[in-house]
Nanobody
Framework: QVQLVESGGGLVQPGGSLRLSCAAS????????MGWYRQAPGKQRELVAT???????NYVDSVKGRFTISRDNAKNTVYLQMNSLKPEDTAVYYC??????????????WGQGTQVTVSS
């Protein structure tokens, strides 16, 4: 009964910016860590950024200084601000969250994916 809905993907030129959003809804007791993954064609899915419930953030080296992950706990929403985008950032981006339901069971949930294409 928990779902993650993503939005914000699209086509942008190199050097441009996009902001991705991911909102969790359903029978949620609490949301622990949230994060973003991406998968390019023919490539393995990689972790891009995480935002733990305690406020600790982590980034893959290739996006440090360009991407910023943030979180609105009141809305159970995580964002990924992507600046100075490069063609190699092109991928399907997936939101991920570890969520405790009202049953007190924790599961990992995935968003539906949103396409980010960086091209001139």
């Amino acid at each position: 009964q928990v779902q993650l809905v993503e939005s914000g993907g699209g086509l942008v030129q190199p050097g441009g910016s996009l902001r991705l959003s991911c909102a969790a809804s359903g029978n949620i007791f609490s949301v622990n860590d949230m994060g973003w993954y991406r998968q390019a064609p023919g490539k393995q899915r990689e972790l891009v950024a995480t935002y733990a419930s305690g406020g600790i953030t982590n980034y893959v080296d290739s996006v440090k200084g360009r991407f910023t992950i943030s979180r609105d706990n009141a809305k159970n929403t995580v964002y990924l601000q992507m600046n100075s985008l490069k063609p190699e950032d092109t991928a399907v981006y997936y939101c991920n969250a570890h969520i405790v339901a009202f049953t007190r069971q924790m599961f990992a949930y995935w968003g539906q994916g949103t396409q980010v294409t960086v091209s001139s």
